[in-house]
T-cell receptor
């Protein structure tokens, strides 16, 4: 029972490089999320997807793009990484309509130098 | 706009002592409220949630929380903490038709022998 799986777990990027964080869930959830976690700031929503083919900006979307490839997968892309994007990124999924909660992946540690 | 305030950044308690972590929220309708726990280097695990009904909610690991609408609070409690409870705790708010969870900045709990 994998739940929410994120890859890679660790990544170091140089400023200006691009990369994609991958996320997949096997719980047949409609909703998927990308959050970032920074010290003293809790978790902040980057992007959200209510269903396949739909995405919506969260609190801190600048510098990121997302793609809801299908119901299972939701990727986060950094087109031109900046040091301010050094953070821990969490993917999550949930099925709100059924009163379900949101389940989180184990996180991806990204450092931009 | 919805928001969550966790006024205590860091709390230290003795093993076996009782615990209360504070959470205040701002939400324009009936809130859905959550407490998550995060161990170092790990993702977030749901402790408990409140959607409706009984305002005293029981969760895993012996935790409970009470929803007080008049005080806009959802404080987390445990009668007797164990060393394994040392972690960071996050309160979050969402609502019906609003799946974008907003998190507080977290409270780090330290347990002393």
């Amino acid at each position: 029972n994998a739940g929410v799986t994120q890859t890679p777990k660790f990544q170091v990027l140089k400023t200006g490089q691009s990369m994609t964080l991958q996320c997949a869930q096997d719980m047949n959830h409609n909703s998927m999320y990308w959050y970032r976690q920074d010290p003293g700031m809790g978790l902040r929503l980057i992007y959200y997807s209510a269903s396949e083919g739909t995405t919506d900006k969260g609190e801190v979307p600048n510098g990121y793009n997302v793609s809801r490839l299908n119901k299972r997968e939701f990727s986060l892309r950094l087109e031109s990484a900046a040091p301010s994007q050094t953070s821990v990124y969490f993917c999550a999924s949930g099925d709100w309509d059924s009163g379900n909660t949101i389940y989180f992946g184990e996180g991806s540690w990204l450092t931009v130098v | 706009a919805q928001s969550v305030t966790q006024p205590d950044i860091h709390i230290t308690v003795s093993e076996g002592a009782s615990l209360e972590l504070r959470c205040n929220y701002s939400y324009g309708a009936t809130p859905y409220l959550f407490w998550y726990v995060q161990s170092p280097g790990q993702g977030l695990q749901l402790l408990l949630k409140y959607f409706s009904g009984d305002t005293l909610v029981q969760g895993i690991k012996g935790f409970e929380a009470e929803f007080k609408r008049s005080q806009s609070s959802f404080n987390l409690r445990k009668p007797s903490v164990h060393w394994s409870d040392a972690a960071e705790y996050f309160c979050a708010v969402g609502g019906f038709g609003n799946e974008k969870l907003t998190f507080g900045t977290g409270t780090r709990l330290t347990i002393i022998p």
